[in-house]
């Protein structure tokens, strides 16, 4: 047992973070097959996407992905509470607000990082969600934003929306530049401030704190399991999912996994089978999540390639992956 076991584990050990685009149903069901225990994310959804969009095709989700948190966009407490409403009917296990995406679009409709700006909307916000369910509700939110670096300022925030019944913060551990960067940008230049997470921590010991951002290294999760209540994990998660598959037993105490590559990707394809006979899902819409599973392996390239391959998108899924096994002279 790792000894960043020495904390007292709890629901936000470990989880997978929101990224939109990305963290799609399909995409948490693949995660789910690697770690039975992490904690997973939807993408952000809008409030009014759910107001008055598709609610089934924005809140579906796979039996198997529990426990999984609906993230919502959005500032209007009335609205926030009404689509709390709907994820805790869905079944979501937790209800998260997105209080740190920086895309401008995502300005326009005044919500994400502009949104640490107004800590009493967030807590109006929070505590119209709180009494409209019974899941825990939780906030997703970066240090600061522009170039401010001010510890009070999160300090505040966090203080503000945990007297509207928030326990648990989560916390990218970079400031939003809320103009000037793209998204991608702003997830790489701001610089990462862990040292201000811990400080939350310990001026609230009270609350749950989760840390965000950068984490790719074993080494780095167990520092900070020793000094926070959990690590969520984007991109690498993402990009190197195989990584995923050492995580219950490293960090939640469950038995050596005998899980292999070749037993995940046949489940995949079992998966793509059922997704095409229940609602006509094309394999390559749930195959693009996978193509990191080989990520460092011998051939990994040519096998990304034949699973992203356009040509082949009229054939079986199981023939996909038969070809993907091949030589390169095949």
Excluded at 28 to 40: C, I
Excluded at 189 to 209: A, G, M, N, S, W
Excluded at 215 to 234: A, F, K, T
Excluded at 277 to 292: F, K, Q, S, T, V
């Amino acid at each position: 047992m790792s000894d960043s076991l020495s904390a007292a584990p709890g629901r936000w050990r470990l989880s997978v973070a929101p990224m939109i685009d990305w963290t799609d149903r399909h995409c948490r069901y693949f995660h789910r097959l690697l770690s039975r225990h992490a904690r997973l994310y939807t993408e952000m959804i809008t409030t009014g996407a759910l107001l008055h969009g598709d609610v089934t095709r924005h809140l579906r989700f796979n039996a198997e992905e529990h426990p999984v948190a609906l993230q919502l966009g959005g500032s209007e407490p009335a609205d926030l509470a009404r689509c709390a409403k709907l994820g805790e009917q869905w079944g979501y296990d937790e209800i998260n607000l997105n209080c740190g995406c920086p895309s401008e679009r995502v300005q326009r409709g005044a919500f994400g990082a502009c949104l640490m700006a107004e800590p009493k909307l967030v807590a109006e916000g929070v505590k119209a969600m709180v009494d409209a369910v019974s899941v825990p509700v939780t906030v997703k939110h970066r240090i600061g934003i522009d170039r401010t670096e001010s510890y009070e300022f999160v300090r505040d925030f966090v203080g503000t929306v945990a007297e509207a019944g928030c326990a648990t913060f989560i916390v990218h551990a970079r400031n939003a530049w809320l103009q000037g960067l793209s998204p991608k940008e702003n997830r790489e230049i701001p610089p990462l401030r862990y040292e201000l997470v811990h400080r939350l921590k310990h001026d609230f010991p009270q609350l749950t704190i989760v840390i965000n951002g950068g984490l790719n290294m074993d080494e780095q999760l167990s520092r900070e399991l020793r000094l926070l209540d959990g690590v969520m994990i984007g991109r690498e998660a993402y990009h190197n999912p195989w990584w995923l598959a050492s995580w219950d037993e490293r960090y939640f105490g469950a038995s050596p996994s005998t899980l292999t590559r070749e037993a995940v990707e046949q489940q995949m394809v079992d998966y793509m089978l059922r997704a095409a006979a229940e609602d006509g899902c094309p394999w390559y819409a749930i195959a693009r999540h996978m193509l990191g599973l080989r990520h460092g392996l011998p051939g990994a390239r040519r096998w990304r390639q034949v699973w992203s391959d356009h040509k082949l998108k009229p054939r079986d899924p199981r023939e996909v992956m038969a070809l993907a096994h091949q030589g390169p002279s095949a």
